[in-house]
């Protein structure tokens, strides 16, 4: 039995304690002296985000604050030692009739509960995963199957819950599956590549069980998820982070997955940006929807991909070359997103100034954008106080479309510095009936439509406007907000949204997505019962409830990442 099936059948997880030290000692993230810095002993004992005083006055926040005269220093003074945070799972919420900081646990937690346990996917007895719907009113599609990126709010839901065996099955079975080999027609995939969702197979003539995996030869459109490795390190850090067990991410087989799907990322070619090319279709928003070339969603996730990766690499001979190698790309990559992927008032009327066939290195207009690209709805949707990382940007493009969860890991991973995350969190309270409307959260602003809508989609029934990721509300991106609301010290705003969330939910039977400009319609395509709007929910109540959870989902600011900064000039920091 190898050491990765023997690991399988164990029952529990043993914590390495010395190892978990070391572990939140380089948490610091201080990348020049990563290799050098001393151990120091670490109290073990729960901490918390923030003081009992403190978490008091942050939850105590009225709806409509009036604003801070500093504001970034403000809201980033509560949550400051997040990488030293010790969050182990705990029972949260649904044995709880009311939370220690005084939130009355609302009857839908219950019901999500249960509906969470009956999508649990059992292989040779153990549980490995959750279904992506349990809803049984339409054709399943591969909507039977385990998906990498929908089982990461499920992973969390049970981390939080002090169920972490789950998440280690799934972790090893996914690890495993990477080993498979990949081929669509008579071209073979990159050895790293993680599955997009697996099946567990029942032969009730042999009595067996085997795994199906799909690598994107299924799919629609055959594309290979390249979010699927980054949520796995992810994954990998949470479920670390949570138990203080060290010894997973330290088996030869989770090393060597990690160097792998780093090695994918990390790879040298033709590339003048330190952004990763992409195709359209190969994250979240998995049909044509113009996301081609460099997406936000997959340029933040590989940012936390990579400091997650920072954290759990051994530092052997094998992992510090990569660790050199993350270091510089992270430097590279988080100027490069910095720089030219945020806009704010003060850079769209840059932009809109822009001289074009700029040819030096002291060009201002460096990718040649045309002005008269802009889109109209941009100068009535930007806010005075507040901005946000656009969706791509390539040779003679911009994508100003506004992508949630992109941004929102932007912040959790710290590629948005603090006064870039409470930008966000301004134009969010600025834009909520656009943004939020009657169901949290728009997947994309604005919708396409039309004639840019047939070219763009290719006449996708789908995805036409306000539906779908075509301008859809998604609930899953639910604990997503949340833990940036927390993050920023905003948590009012994840409370306004789940409130509202929760007058349609149950009653709605947990839809995939809603349609419509305000999301009041649930998604004429949406299956019922969709598993991670049951567990993004969860989370989300989860991190208000004990917002301590947030170090299992987020990371510092690294001090040593200071790019030039492009502001409005409006703002008073």
Known sequence: MSSLDGDMSQNGSSKSVDAHHALAEIEDLDFSRILD??????????????????????????????????????????????????????RSGFNTPRSQYGFETHPAVAEAWDALRRSLVVFR?????????????????????????????????????????????FILKTLRLQSWEKKIDRFHLGEGVMPASFKVLHDPVRNSETLMADFGESA????????????????????????????????????KGMRLILSLCLSEGFDTFPTLLCADGCCMIDRRMGVYGYPIEIQALFFMALRCALLLLKQDEEGKEFVERITKRLHALSFHMRSYYWIDLKQLNDIYRYKTEEYSHTAVNKFNVIPDSLPEWIFDFMPVHGGYFIGNVSPAKMDFRWFCLGNCIAILSSLAT?????????????????????????VIYPAIESHEWRI?????????????HNGGSWPVLLWLLTAACIKTGRPQIARRAIELAETRLVKDNWPEYYDGKLGRFVGKQARKFQTWSIAGYLVAKMLLEDPSHL??????????????????????F
Not at 81 to 87: A, C, N
Not at 132 to 141: G, I, M, P, V, Y
């Open 37 to 90: 810095k001393p151990p120091r002993p670490l109290n073990m004992e729960r901490q918390r985000s923030c003081d009992e005083r403190s978490l008091n006055e942050l939850f105590g926040v009225p709806l409509l604050s009036p604003r801070p005269s500093s504001r970034a220093e403000s809201n980033f003074r509560l949550i400051d030692h997040l990488d030293g945070l010790y969050s182990p799972g705990r």
């Open 125 to 169: 007895g153990q549980p490995v995963g959750t279904i992506a719907a349990l809803d049984n009113t339409d054709e399943q599609l591969n909507y039977d199957q385990v998906f990498v990126r929908d089982f990461v709010p499920s992973a969390l839901a049970f981390l939080m819950n002090g169920e972490p065996e789950i998440v280690k099955n």
């Open 220 to 255: 629609i459109g055959r594309v290979a998820p390249v979010d699927s490795g980054f949520w796995w390190i992810f994954l990998l850090r949470a479920y670390t982070k949570s138990t203080g067990d060290t010894s997973l991410a330290e088996m030869p087989e989770c090393q």
């Open 418 to 442: 603090p006064e870039q995350s409470t930008a966000i969190m301004d134009l969010i309270e600025s834009r909520w009936e656009e943004l939020v409307g009657e169901m949290p959260l728009k």
């Open 456 to 468: 763009v989609t290719g006449c996708d029934p789908k995805n036409t406007r306000w539906s779908y």
């Open 551 to 572: 170090g299992m989902v987020a990371l510092e600011e690294d001090k040593q990442m200071k790019p030039p900064m492009r502001r409005s000039h409006s703002w008073t």
